[in-house]
């Protein structure tokens, strides 16, 4: 398997040339949980935490993470985003977390979306943490990534 971050004549690392690419429309979905004790969920259902409303804060977070993935992640691509969002589902002692990011270009956004999710999720724990010393951030990972040909 070729590792497209390492120069294969000297094994140094790269950022991989996409300049002969063609954009393409792209899309990532990337998912991922944060586990907390049932008192916590229902002070956040509630709004009993004295931080504020955890899921507006980290909806905003995670967006604005996803636009700032080159500056986190050394090799990533800047590239334009089109559109990034990030959705909860709160159920039982979890609340799920989705994002998905699109661009038009030459390189995918499976980063972003996956940077979103990350960032939404330490944003729940720190709205959190001083009220539940037990939460766990799980499962982190891509669902879907999709390119398709612009109409010309």
Do not use: W
């Not at 994002?99 to 939404?120: K, N, Q, R």
């Amino acid at each position: 398997m070729k590792l497209t971050h390492i120069n294969q004549k000297d094994g140094s690392i790269q950022m991989v040339d996409i300049s002969a690419k063609p954009p393409v429309k792209r899309i990532a979905i990337a998912t991922g949980a944060i586990r907390m004790s049932p008192v916590t969920i229902e002070m956040l259902k509630s709004g009993l935490l004295k931080k504020g409303d955890p899921l507006v804060c980290a909806q905003i977070a995670g967006i604005m993470a996803a636009k700032k993935t080159c500056d986190l992640i050394p090799l990533c691509h800047q590239i334009s985003l089109q559109h990034v969002g990030v959705e909860f589902a709160v159920h039982g002692d979890e609340i799920d977390i989705t994002a998905t990011a699109s661009c038009i270009g030459p390189t995918g956004v499976e980063m972003e979306a996956l940077t979103a999710v990350s960032i939404a999720a330490l944003t729940l724990y720190d709205m959190c943490k001083a009220v539940d010393k037990t939460m766990e951030i799980k499962g982190i990972k891509l669902l879907k990534k999709t390119k398709e040909a612009l109409d010309e």
